[in-house]
């Protein structure tokens, strides 16, 4: 099975996306690693969002793709995360990190779908057992 045919194996154009956020690589600023990031995703209303990495000489406060992206969804009305996509400057598919996992698990919750590097995952599966507003409660 190819890599295409595993993503559109739910019905969503998952190539689509991830042509966004090869695009949003494109815009990356990374002079330190030398590793742009780029992610695309869809609010629930269908909105289209992107974002990408911006480095920092102080690397601690380095921004990746994923905080890019929840900024625009909540600058453009908020919602929830439905999909989402990254990728590295060569528009392969990456995992986000730790982090960026949490943030994702925060703004779209356990049925977000992820295109993974294993296929398209729920972020239940993504990130298991996460904690997350419910919890402070």
Known sequence: MTEKQTYAADGFDWEGLRAHAVDAAKHAYAPYSNYPVGVAGYADDGRLLQGCNVENAGYGVTLCAECGLVSS?????????THVVCVNGSGEVIMPCGRCRQLLWENGGPELLLM??????PMSEVLPDAFGPEDLA
């Open 116 to 121: 993974t590097v294993s296929g398209v995952k």
């Open 73 to 81: 969804l909540h600058m453009t009305g908020g919602g929830r995360l």
